[in-house]
């Protein structure tokens, strides 16, 4: 069974940073492309950041170019999201999922205020 | 960017009927390989999106074929047959033919 587990959410203040964590598990993660998307609270959905297998290639939306780096380690079945200059739109549940959203985690709350 | 249009924006049907939902692109969604990446997903209350169909057609593991999907180049539509009570929520199409990646709007579906 295929298991994605965030973790690493919370409360933070703007302009401040926080890393996301997603533990995969269930199938073989060096195999597949990642990614995040998140939702803020009552909104649709929204593609933050999507990372090849072996992690060379890396794509963003302009929202977050530049603040978020999406990452993984193969050999630990990672994925993370590192968020730098916080802002209050940012505010969202944040999901990992896999290649062409084919399995989603429970997601994980982040929220950006003073 | 490609933009999903997703209509109606909000459903309400009573069990045992049936409903489409239409997804348009502002691009043709055709990949270099030949594939279109259309997918469906459901958002059921408080959980997280699971996707129902991928590649404009195809069933996702464990979707009962009550569901079915449609389409070419720019124009997709989402069809439940004999809908249940476990089938509201909100429906999204969603595009992975081309960065940036996108998702419409949503189309919310209540029961009657």
């Given at each position: 069974e295929v298991q994605l587990v965030e973790s690493g959410g919370g409360l933070v203040q703007p302009g401040r940073?926080?890393?996301?964590?997603?533990?995969?598990?269930g199938f073989t993660f060096s195999n597949y492309y990642m990614a995040w998307v998140r939702q803020a609270p009552k909104k649709g959905l929204e593609w933050v950041a999507t990372i090849s297998t072996s992690g060379s290639?890396?794509?963003?939306?302009?929202?977050?170019?530049?603040?978020?780096?999406?990452?993984?380690?193969n050999a630990k079945s990672s994925l993370y999201l590192q968020m730098n200059s916080l802002k209050s739109?940012?505010?969202?549940?944040?999901?990992c999922a896999r290649r062409n959203w084919e399995d989603w985690g429970q997601g994980v709350m982040v929220t950006v205020s003073s | 960017?490609?933009?999903?249009?997703?209509t109606p924006p909000s459903l309400s049907v009573a069990i045992g009927q049936s409903v489409s939902i239409s997804c348009k692109s502002s691009q043709s969604l055709v990949y270099s390989d030949g594939?279109?990446?259309?997918?469906?997903?459901?958002?059921?209350?408080?959980?997280?999106?699971?996707?129902?169909?991928?590649?404009v057609s195809n069933l996702g593991s464990g979707v009962p074929d009550r569901f079915s999907g449609t389409g070419s180049q720019k124009?997709?539509?989402?069809k439940?047959?004999?809908?249940?009570?476990?089938?509201?929520?909100?429906?999204?199409?969603?595009?992975?033919t081309h960065f940036p990646l996108t998702f419409g709007s949503g189309t919310k579906l209540e029961i009657k």
């Open positions: 940073s926080l890393k996301l964590s997603c533990a995969a598990s290639r890396t794509y963003y939306p302009d929202s977050v170019k530049g603040r978020f780096t999406i990452s993984r380690d739109e940012d505010t969202a549940t944040y999901y | 960017d490609v933009v999903m249009t997703q594939k279109t990446y259309l997918h469906w997903l459901l958002q059921s209350p408080g959980r997280s999106p699971k996707r129902l169909i991928y590649q124009d997709f539509t989402l439940i047959s004999r809908v249940e009570a476990e089938d509201l929520g909100v429906y999204y199409c969603a595009q992975t």
